[in-house]
């Protein structure tokens, strides 16, 4: 056993060190005789005797109790750590436990995590704040999505159920369950973007009103990312379009030596760090349009060998924004844009063809290849 007290001492040391005496006490009776001793004393060793006998019975029971107690924790550790949701247990104003999934999910360490919660300083991926703002009146039950930044950067999109739990009328807790849907969410979103794309790009004629359709669904996907679209103009011209201070804006810039011009030769969907970038200006003389970003990704517009331009995704914040799921999911939305465009050139085509059918003074029969 190995119990403390308040004061510190070990109480299986007392229970010894009253046995001893008693014991003791008792032999030196037998040796003397009962009748030297009075009969307070004798009761008041009787007693002794038998507090001795009740205090070790305690410390077996207390000894059962943890043992019981450290068995249900392992448990609920091999519980907590099994699990694909990350568990967070908050007790009044601090952090006392996290599993190694919610590690996994935000990045953070657990000693940063509980860092972060203590922290009076707003933080800006939003997990602080959440954690935080969880309502701790009365006990509930909730159920909230939000964006929070993960350590290294990038952005997650978190679901978390959580219970708040009165106790004793003071004490507060608070059970987290957290489980990154980024995935799904981008699933359910990229399904809607390419039913709202192929709906909505009808016959657009104006590269202003194709990019503003583009942008407002893109930005949903990629939701804290500056999105730039770029169409040739001639051979050797690209028309760059991006949003600024909330306003379509429009630029003509040559294809020479640029990224984009890049991406036109090779088809192939890339992303670059802001160093990457500053060796590509350095060592292959690769002009960068603008702001140099921490991050940019880009891919082609590109159907059945036409090129109809460039999709441009930027992060000014962070140089690991983009990783190879992104890449992919980019080079999906640029293949369904080109799609789309296709289409709408086809349409554009048929309805030339029967306005000028219908305007024609001469009799006109279309058949099919059999001739009916």
Known sequence: MNYQDKSGK???????????LINKFKKRIEQIGKSDFSEDLL??????????????????????????LKESNEKFRRIAENIQDGLTIIEDKEIIYVNSRMNDITGYTVNELKELYASKE??????????????ETGNYYGDESVWIRRKDGRRCFIRNRYTVKKENGSKTIKYIATTDITKQWRNDIVNEFVNIISSSLKIVEDERVLFKILYKEI????????????FHKGKNDFRYLYIEKRKIKSETISLKNTLYNTLLKDNKAKYYSEKELKNLQKENGVSIHGETPKSWMGATLFNDKKKYGVLIVKDFENEKAFNNDDLLLLRFISKQIALAIQKSKNEEKINQLSLSVEQSPACIVITDVNGN
């Open 10 to 20: 070990l109480l299986f040391e007392e229970v010894a060190e009253i046995k001893s």
């Open 43 to 68: 009761n008041l060793v009787e007693k002794l005797s038998l507090n001795q006998k009740r205090l070790k019975e305690k410390l077996d029971t207390r000894q059962l109790v943890e043992n019981n």
């Open 122 to 135: 707003k933080d800006v991926n939003q997990l602080h704040d959440f954690l935080k703002n969880i309502n």
């Open 219 to 230: 930005i949903k996907i990629f939701n804290d990312k500056q999105i730039c679209l770029g």
